[in-house]
């Protein structure tokens, strides 16, 4: 159920983090981009788990590392609340409006 419940949230959020890297760079570096769009997913993913497992090792369970490892997580993802929108706007101008 838990693999599940993964791939679940995984599906949406990977849509949305595809988007957003489309819409951060022009269009001539874009296949190169998501290319290390995809290096990064692999390695995080990779020490994400290598991580929880460590921390579960060492806090003696799996509800302290979900703990140690969610709540940087979302309070770094609030962070992308603060980033400035691109929806309707061109790369080349300039970020006042």
Request: hydrophobic share 55%.
């Amino acid at each position: 159920i838990g693999y599940l419940l993964a791939i679940t949230a995984s599906s949406a959020f990977a849509p949305p983090t595809g988007a957003m890297v489309a819409e951060l760079v022009p269009t001539a570096v874009r296949a190169t981009v998501a290319g290390w769009e995809t290096v990064a997913g692999v390695l995080g993913a990779v020490i994400g788990l290598l991580s929880f497992g460590v921390l579960a090792d060492l806090t003696g369970g799996f509800a302290a590392a979900a703990r140690w490892i969610g709540i940087p997580t979302a309070v770094i993802a609030v962070g992308f609340r603060f980033l400035p929108e691109t929806r309707g706007r061109e790369l080349d101008e300039p970020d006042d409006p």
